[in-house]
């Protein structure tokens, strides 16, 4: 009988923000369907709810047509279901085997594990991918690719109907790529249901039979592959619904001369980037999760050591040794993950805001309550701060009002700062707050400062800087004017090849 | 006004105070003549508070900052032998003395922070192995084993002397210390970047703290109370001995947590410190005074120790039932 | 073959192997008595207290927790089977009253750690701290002699005329939990849940259930200790065993079992307690200060983490380039 998957109408809320919006499809065994769409489109979310990680709001699986219920992870197991995250689920000291078969290590006697059958079915399934491991190797010695493979071996083990891939080929060379391809074909001969979350657009036209398309929680359309190409794909992602926003942004297009210039910078993650920065500009950087933006402005920081190349600040030679040395000469980072980097989420709004400032709200040794209560309810007032006070734990707002917070912290009047950067400031906030950010943003150009503005949602990036930089594997892959710039141009060159690229630009 | 009553009472130290007010009571009440109050018996209770306040300050700023000190008790007996040792032979005046074991606590804190910062290791496990081994054995190997009287005057005066003839030296010390570090605290650029590195040491990093130096002062400080404590439980007993302040490392700990310091850092202030080693030291006075067995004393602190983790455990809870109701309630 | 050279060379145990073979060297060529058969009978003593609570503090170790109230659960436990003993219960009953004892102990140490969420360092030192006064209430801080020769010979039998029975039980601990952790589905778990508790969650493994599993096993482990110590010194004392859980950590952490879980075996473990008891014996011998010797280990200790610490170090580099 042929597999069927559904999902119902599955909707999931989190605070500030509609994740999964009533969304419904279903796929046949032997199909591979890919699922595409920008960074917070839900293609996660959606996975994390068929493995049982989460629960969805409204909304359900099922499979042959049995409606499911998750309790948990181990449920969604036993229902045949694998899912393969981003994120290894591997116990680095232990071995090939141990890992592959993980949560049922086969057994004689009493308890004791058969080490020859762990060993004989490990075998086999590397035979199947003809990579050069044994099974006793420890997993932790493995490179990163092999890694990857073992957790997709893992999955192959336990022989599940469904097997969903969130991003498998990220740490992948083109070898073990072709292998995994294979597997997937194989895979698909024997009935299974294969989900295949991916950015690339080569990958997905190669192995998939249907494509569906997410954006901003909804279910856009779904295609056939072999009757759709790249450009409506692509079309289909960015969504045709760009609203006043940004026309109504206010801003003054006053730029003036180079504030800070990065010539070859080489960090982790980081291949060789260079770009300008002048006053009064908003410069977007564009690209894919991973694509190493972070990794650039926090290098640029000091937060991460560099291990090459020239930064130049006002003229000047300069290299960040730490964060503190950024800060006193006018760099500001406000990172990705609020929560994590960003706020100390058990103090006060107040304190949150004077913290890069705390030499300067001194009165003799103390620390001078009053100017930085000012300060902080300056903030709460310049950027409608929704709290009742000051005093309120920074943990206790909403997720725009915390991003708020951050924004205050940066452009208190104590603060001299020249350059901004933004690094997915509207992640995770609702549409509303978002709008604000943006003006906020264009008001910070206005007064001189020069702002970069991280963001993987195209239309923001693209319409709020005045240029784009766009990033993909740790390098620059293109750059563009706001005027020149389409969303398709952009998606076309975070997603291509550095090579292709390279052979566009010249 | 109101408002600040109002928080005062939902805040932890109210329901230390009821605690202690409670304890107190008890006390008072089955103490053959009310002896428990007396002038007398209050003056032993703050002073059995001394040694213990100097170690909960230093490894409370720690605690406070994210990490764990268990080593200042050994720094403060190794202190001590060497300070009852140089004293004996050589003929060093006495302050200079004092400052250089104070220097000597100073160097083990650093050799802690060290540990911890550049090889990564657990705060846990560096400080034990540097603290009851190495301090420890050091205290042991500085007095050879034996216990060596001290006969400096000065430091016999500061031991055992009292202003007026009444309110011992000690305690003074001991409560300038615990204010002024409570005033650093709560009131200095310094006090607030240990709450924002125990809060999130990222977050703080990222915004100019730097908390690697942080840590290499908290620990130095540590180390420096740590040795300040041995230097006045040796002049009080006018002698060096073995174990000196040892094994009050962890009553220390646990008046802290039981003032509201969580293990997690972030939290906690030096009043709520104070109120929580008055309860520990009030209450194994209280059972002297009703001539409860010693050994009792051990079992108490003991289950003391688990009751002031239960009652976090349960204002935990608490609070987060109440956000959640406040949330519903949309406040 | 080549490649099993160079997997053993790799080895952590193979470093640690060295360094007491170095310091059996050192030792010996200062005094010939270090190999003689009485200091060997008298290390294996030592080693037994630290040893076989090693066993038990590994496993929990292993599963990314930890456990100080064993030195006083042991402690305890001695004293228990003392007065038992000395009330006329039958030392075979007495000695499964006080494992159970050490069982129920294990279970308040999981009650605080798995469903109150205590750390575990400071709830087991917690109830470290109760014994520790339970045992002066009970025993008026004096020793309780114990006039049961039959119990005496648990603690003073030589297996094979070299192994003191008890270093004989620890070894038989030693090797019995080495093939559970080497080889059973449970012992397998240990790893799991300590290594990568996320994934062990997903794949429906419960930490909770073995790290309580893993609670009462040390506390009977524990217990046993205590009961043989005292049958070996013919008394249960209210100060014994001080400050032996904390050796066991050393130990187990000298031998390669990783603080924070997810590491280690048991014949890292043996070598571990075998290092440091030898190195504490031929420090004696060879004529060195007790106080010395105290710090020698802090060193020995502070030294096998950081060893840990350059060798990580490499290893990272070492994948970065490859």
């Given at each position: 009988?042929?597999?069927l998957?559904?999902?119902?109408?599955?909707?999931?809320?989190?605070?500030g923000v509609?994740?999964?919006?009533?969304?419904?499809?279903?796929?046949?065994?032997?199909?591979?369907?890919?699922?595409?769409?920008e960074?917070?489109?839900?293609?996660?979310?959606?996975?994390?709810?068929l493995s049982?990680?989460?629960?969805?709001?409204?909304?359900?699986?099922?499979?042959?047509?049995?409606?499911?219920?998750?309790?948990?992870?181990?449920?969604?197991?036993?229902?045949?279901?694998?899912?393969?995250?981003?994120?290894?689920?591997?116990?680095?000291?232990?071995?090939?085997?141990?890992?592959?078969?993980?949560?049922?290590?086969?057994v004689?006697?009493?308890?004791?594990?058969n080490?020859?059958?762990?060993?004989?079915?490990?075998?086999?399934i590397?035979?199947?991918?003809?990579?050069p491991i044994?099974?006793a190797?420890?997993?932790?010695?493995?490179?990163?690719?092999?890694?990857q493979?073992?957790e997709?071996m893992k999955?192959?083990?336990?022989?599940?109907?469904?097997?969903?891939f969130d991003?498998?080929?990220?740490?992948?060379?083109?070898k073990?790529?072709?292998?995994?391809?294979?597997?997937i074909a194989?895979?698909?001969?024997?009935?299974?249901?294969?989900?295949?979350?991916?950015?690339?657009?080569?990958?997905?036209?190669?192995?998939?039979?249907?494509?569906?398309?997410?954006k901003?929680?909804?279910l856009?359309?779904?295609?056939?592959?072999?009757?759709?190409d790249?450009?409506?794909?692509?079309?289909?992602?960015?969504?045709r619904?760009?609203?006043?926003?940004?026309?109504?942004?206010?801003?003054?297009?006053?730029?003036?001369?180079?504030?800070l210039?990065?010539?070859?910078?080489?960090a982790?993650?980081?291949?060789?980037?260079?770009?300008?920065?002048?006053?009064?500009?908003?410069?977007?950087?564009?690209?894919?999760?991973?694509?190493?933006r972070?990794?650039?402005?926090?290098a640029?920081?000091?937060?991460?050591?560099?291990i090459?190349?020239?930064?130049?600040?006002?003229?000047?030679?300069v290299?960040?040794?730490?964060p503190?040395d950024a800060?006193?000469?006018?760099?500001?980072?406000?990172?990705?993950?609020?929560?994590e980097?960003?706020?100390?989420?058990?103090r006060?709004?107040?304190?949150n805001?004077?913290?890069?400032?705390?030499?300067k709200v001194?009165?003799?040794?103390?620390?001078?309550?009053?100017?930085?209560?000012?300060?902080?309810?300056?903030?709460?007032?310049?950027?409608?701060?929704?709290?009742?006070s000051?005093?309120k734990?920074a943990g206790e707002?909403?997720?725009g009002n915390?991003?708020?917070?951050?924004?205050?912290?940066w452009?208190?009047?104590?603060?001299?700062?020249?350059?901004?950067?933004?690094?997915?400031?509207?992640?995770?906030?609702?549409?509303g707050?978002?709008?604000?950010?943006?003006?906020m943003?264009?008001?910070?150009?206005?007064?001189?400062?020069?702002?970069?503005f991280?963001?993987?949602?195209?239309?923001?990036?693209?319409?709020?800087?005045?240029?784009?930089?766009?990033?993909?594997?740790?390098?620059?892959?293109?750059?563009v004017?706001r005027?020149?710039?389409?969303?398709?141009?952009?998606?076309?060159?975070a997603?291509?090849?550095?090579?292709?690229?390279?052979?566009?630009?010249? | 006004?109101?408002?600040?009553?109002?928080?005062?009472?939902?805040?932890?130290?109210?329901?230390?105070?009821?605690?202690?007010?409670?304890?107190?009571?008890?006390?008072?009440?089955?103490?053959?003549?009310?002896?428990?109050?007396?002038?007398?018996?209050?003056?032993?209770?703050?002073?059995?508070?001394?040694?213990?306040?100097?170690?909960?300050?230093g490894?409370?700023?720690?605690?406070?900052?994210?990490?764990?000190?268990?080593?200042p008790?050994?720094?403060?007996?190794?202190?001590?032998?060497?300070m009852?040792?140089?004293?004996?032979?050589?003929?060093?005046?006495?302050?200079?003395?004092?400052?250089?074991c104070?220097?000597?606590?100073?160097?083990?804190?650093?050799?802690?922070?060290?540990?911890?910062?550049e090889?990564?290791?657990?705060?846990?496990?560096?400080?034990?192995?540097i603290?009851?081994?190495?301090?420890?054995?050091?205290?042991?190997?500085?007095?050879?084993?034996?216990?060596?009287?001290i006969?400096?005057?000065?430091?016999?005066?500061i031991?055992?002397?009292?202003?007026?003839?009444?309110?011992?030296?000690t305690?003074?010390?001991s409560?300038?210390?615990?204010?002024?570090?409570g005033?650093?605290?709560?009131?200095?650029?310094f006090?607030?970047?240990?709450?924002?590195?125990?809060?999130?040491?990222?977050?703080?990093?990222?915004?100019?703290?730097?908390p690697?130096?942080?840590s290499?002062?908290?620990?130095?400080?540590s180390?420096?109370?740590?040795?300040?404590?041995?230097?006045?439980?040796d002049?009080?007993?006018?002698?060096?001995?073995?174990?000196?302040?040892?094994h009050?490392?962890?009553?220390?700990?646990?008046?802290?947590?039981?003032?509201?310091?969580?293990?997690?850092?972030?939290?906690?202030?030096?009043?709520g410190?104070?109120?929580?080693?008055?309860?520990?030291?009030?209450?194994n006075?209280?059972?002297?005074?009703?001539?409860?067995?010693?050994?009792?004393q051990?079992?108490?602190s003991g289950?003391?120790?688990?009751?002031?983790?239960?009652?976090?455990?349960?204002?935990?809870?608490?609070?987060?039932?109440?956000?959640a109701h406040?949330k519903?309630?949309g406040? | 073959?080549?490649s099993?050279?160079?997997?053993?060379?790799?080895?952590?145990?193979?470093t640690?192997?060295?360094?007491?073979?170095?310091?059996?060297?050192?030792?010996?060529?200062?005094n010939?008595?270090?190999?003689?058969?009485?200091?060997?009978?008298?290390?294996?003593?030592s080693?037994?207290?630290?040893?076989?609570?090693?066993?038990?503090?590994?496993?929990?170790?292993?599963?990314?927790?930890?456990d100080l109230?064993?030195?006083?659960?042991?402690?305890?436990?001695?004293?228990?089977?003392?007065l038992?003993?000395?009330?006329?219960?039958p030392?075979?009953?007495?000695?499964?009253?006080?494992?159970?004892?050490?069982a129920?102990?294990?279970?308040?140490?999981?009650?605080?750690?798995?469903?109150l969420?205590?750390?575990?360092?400071?709830s087991?030192l917690?109830?470290?701290t109760?014994?520790?006064?339970?045992?002066?209430?009970?025993?008026?801080?004096?020793?309780v002699?114990?006039?049961?020769?039959a119990?005496?010979?648990?603690?003073?039998?030589?297996?094979?005329e070299?192994?003191?029975?008890?270093f004989?039980i620890?070894?038989?601990?030693?090797?019995?939990?080495?093939?559970?952790?080497?080889?059973?589905r449970?012992?397998?778990?240990?790893?799991?849940?300590g290594?990568?508790?996320n994934?062990?969650r997903?794949?429906?493994?419960?930490?909770?259930?073995?790290?309580?599993?893993?609670?009462?096993?040390?506390?009977?482990?524990?217990?046993?200790?205590?009961?043989?110590?005292?049958?070996?010194?013919?008394?249960?004392?209210?100060?014994?065993?001080?400050?032996?859980?904390?050796?066991?950590?050393?130990?187990?952490?000298?031998?390669g079992?990783?603080?924070t879980g997810?590491?280690?075996?048991?014949?890292?473990?043996?070598?571990?307690?075998?290092?440091?008891?030898?190195?504490?014996?031929?420090?004696?011998?060879?004529g060195?200060?007790?106080y010395y010797?105290?710090?020698?280990?802090g060193v020995?200790?502070?030294?096998?983490?950081?060893?840990?610490?350059?060798?990580?170090?490499?290893?990272?580099?070492?994948?970065?380039?490859s």
């Amino acid at each position: 009988m042929e597999k069927l998957l559904e999902f119902n109408n599955i909707s999931k809320a989190y605070p500030g923000v509609q994740a999964l919006d009533d969304v419904g499809f279903s796929v046949k065994g032997g199909r591979v369907a890919a699922l595409m769409g920008e960074n917070g489109a839900g293609k996660s979310t959606l996975l994390k709810i068929l493995s049982g990680d989460i629960r969805p709001d409204a909304g359900g699986i099922s499979i042959d047509g049995k409606a499911q219920s998750f309790e948990s992870p181990h449920r969604s197991l036993q229902a045949s279901i694998s899912v393969i995250y981003q994120e290894r689920q591997l116990v680095n000291d232990m071995s090939v085997m141990e890992n592959i078969f993980f949560e049922d290590l086969p057994v004689s006697g009493p308890g004791f594990v058969n080490r020859s059958e762990l060993r004989r079915g490990t075998q086999e399934i590397l035979d199947v991918f003809g990579l050069p491991i044994k099974p006793a190797d420890i997993v932790g010695r493995l490179s990163v690719a092999h890694q990857q493979m073992v957790e997709i071996m893992k999955a192959y083990r336990r022989d599940s109907d469904i097997i969903a891939f969130d991003e498998p080929t990220a740490p992948l060379t083109d070898k073990e790529i072709d292998i995994l391809f294979r597997l997937i074909a194989k895979l698909k001969e024997r009935g299974k249901i294969i989900l295949y979350v991916s950015h690339r657009m080569a990958e997905v036209f190669r192995i998939s039979d249907e494509i569906i398309v997410l954006k901003d929680g909804r279910l856009v359309n779904s295609f056939e592959t072999a009757r759709t190409d790249e450009a409506e794909l692509v079309r289909a992602m960015i969504g045709r619904d760009i609203g006043d926003t940004y026309a109504n942004l206010n801003r003054s297009d006053n730029i003036g001369d180079v504030l800070l210039s990065v010539k070859d910078l080489v960090a982790k993650g980081v291949h060789g980037v260079s770009f300008e920065l002048r006053r009064g500009e908003v410069l977007g950087f564009a690209g894919l999760i991973g694509a190493g933006r972070t990794e650039t402005m926090r290098a640029i920081f000091g937060a991460d050591p560099i291990i090459s190349g020239e930064i130049t600040l006002e003229g000047k030679k300069v290299r960040f040794r730490s964060p503190k040395d950024a800060i006193a000469n006018g760099v500001a980072l406000c990172p990705e993950d609020r929560k994590e980097q960003g706020l100390v989420l058990g103090r006060s709004i107040r304190d949150n805001i004077s913290m890069p400032v705390l030499s300067k709200v001194k009165k003799g040794p103390f620390l001078d309550v009053r100017a930085e209560e000012s300060l902080a309810g300056e903030a709460v007032r310049t950027y409608k701060i929704k709290t009742p006070s000051s005093e309120k734990q920074a943990g206790e707002l909403s997720g725009g009002n915390q991003q708020k917070i951050i924004l205050g912290r940066w452009t208190s009047g104590k603060m001299d700062t020249k350059v901004l950067i933004l690094d997915e400031p509207t992640k995770g906030i609702d549409v509303g707050t978002k709008a604000e950010v943006y003006q906020m943003v264009c008001d910070f150009a206005g007064l001189g400062i020069g702002v970069i503005f991280i963001s993987s949602e195209l239309t923001e990036v693209i319409n709020v800087s005045d240029n784009i930089i766009v990033m993909r594997d740790g390098r620059i892959t293109g750059r563009v004017a706001r005027r020149e710039a389409t969303e398709e141009r952009v998606l076309a060159l975070a997603m291509s090849d550095y090579q292709e690229s390279m052979e566009r630009m010249v | 006004m109101t408002k600040r009553i109002n928080k005062f009472l939902r805040s932890k130290h109210f329901s230390l105070v009821v605690l202690l007010v409670m304890m107190i009571a008890f006390f008072w009440a089955f103490s053959k003549n009310h002896s428990y109050l007396g002038l007398n018996n209050i003056r032993n209770i703050l002073n059995s508070t001394v040694i213990y306040t100097l170690l909960a300050v230093g490894g409370g700023l720690v605690i406070i900052a994210g990490e764990i000190d268990l080593s200042p008790g050994y720094v403060g007996t190794a202190a001590g032998a060497v300070m009852a040792a140089l004293l004996n032979s050589t003929g060093l005046p006495w302050l200079v003395v004092v400052v250089m074991c104070l220097a000597i606590g100073v160097v083990f804190g650093l050799i802690n922070a060290f540990l911890i910062n550049e090889l990564k290791l657990q705060s846990f496990i560096a400080t034990l192995a540097i603290g009851s081994f190495i301090a420890g054995g050091f205290a042991y190997i500085v007095v050879d084993g034996k216990t060596l009287e001290i006969k400096n005057d000065a430091i016999a005066l500061i031991g055992t002397g009292r202003i007026g003839g009444f309110v011992p030296y000690t305690i003074i010390i001991s409560t300038a210390v615990i204010v002024i570090y409570g005033v650093i605290l709560a009131k200095t650029k310094f006090g607030r970047c240990v709450y924002l590195c125990g809060g999130n040491r990222e977050a703080a990093r990222l915004t100019g703290i730097s908390p690697r130096l942080m840590s290499y002062i908290l620990f130095a400080n540590s180390g420096m109370l740590g040795a300040l404590a041995g230097l006045l439980y040796d002049a009080r007993l006018k002698a060096g001995n073995l174990t000196g302040t040892n094994h009050y490392v962890f009553p220390a700990i646990t008046a802290a947590v039981l003032g509201g310091l969580s293990l997690g850092g972030g939290n906690g202030d030096m009043l709520g410190c104070f109120l929580g080693l008055l309860i520990i030291s009030g209450f194994n006075n209280g059972l002297v005074v009703l001539g409860v067995s010693p050994f009792w004393q051990n079992v108490a602190s003991g289950l003391l120790l688990l009751l002031a983790l239960t009652l976090d455990y349960l204002t935990k809870r608490g609070t987060k039932g109440g956000r959640a109701h406040g949330k519903a309630a949309g406040v | 073959m080549k490649s099993a050279v160079r997997r053993i060379i790799g080895a952590k145990e193979f470093t640690l192997f060295l360094v007491m073979a170095a310091a059996v060297v050192v030792f010996t060529a200062i005094n010939r008595n270090f190999l003689s058969l009485d200091n060997i009978r008298n290390i294996f003593n030592s080693a037994f207290v630290v040893g076989t609570f090693a066993v038990g503090m590994s496993c929990l170790l292993i599963s990314g927790e930890l456990d100080l109230s064993s030195a006083n659960t042991g402690m305890m436990a001695g004293v228990l089977i003392s007065l038992l003993m000395n009330a006329g219960v039958p030392w075979v009953a007495a000695l499964i009253i006080v494992l159970f004892f050490g069982a129920v102990t294990g279970l308040i140490n999981a009650f605080f750690v798995n469903v109150l969420g205590f750390t575990a360092f400071i709830s087991t030192l917690g109830v470290s701290t109760v014994y520790g006064g339970l045992a002066l209430v009970f025993t008026n801080a004096q020793n309780v002699p114990i006039g049961n020769p039959a119990f005496w010979s648990l603690g003073s039998i030589n297996v094979f005329e070299v192994f003191p029975l008890p270093f004989f039980i620890m070894i038989i601990l030693l090797t019995a939990y080495g093939i559970i952790l080497f080889a059973t589905r449970f012992g397998r778990r240990l790893y799991m849940v300590g290594g990568n508790p996320n994934s062990s969650r997903l794949a429906g493994i419960n930490p909770k259930k073995i790290t309580t599993i893993l609670f009462v096993n040390n506390g009977v482990i524990a217990s046993l200790v205590g009961s043989l110590l005292a049958a070996r010194m013919h008394m249960g004392s209210p100060l014994a065993l001080s400050g032996s859980d904390l050796d066991a950590i050393t130990a187990a952490v000298l031998g390669g079992v990783c603080f924070t879980g997810g590491s280690g075996n048991m014949f890292g473990v043996f070598l571990g307690i075998m290092l440091l008891t030898s190195f504490q014996n031929g420090l004696v011998v060879v004529g060195v200060d007790s106080y010395y010797r105290v710090v020698a280990k802090g060193v020995l200790l502070v030294a096998a983490l950081a060893l840990d610490f350059y060798r990580e170090r490499a290893r990272q580099k070492q994948l970065l380039s490859s």
